[in-house]
């Protein structure tokens, strides 16, 4: 088994009203100790994706 840490990307949706839920599903990856090494999205998630990217993760 490999010992490497696995990439993780969160791909974000359009969608106005989704955004509030895209916050909550971040949280639960820094909640089990996981935070993404790439970040994408479109609309909504475009702009999400940005902030999460930018801003520490505390």
Known sequence: MSSKKPRI??????GG???AYH????K???EAGLEP???AGI???AINSCI???TAPA
């Open 28 to 30: 639960a990856l820094h």
């Open 43 to 45: 609309s909504i998630g």
């Open 37 to 39: 090494d790439w970040f």
């Open 17 to 19: 009203a989704l955004g």
């Open 23 to 26: 916050i909550g599903a971040y």
């Open 9 to 14: 990307a969160l791909i974000l949706q359009g």
């Open 52 to 54: 999460l990217a930018g």
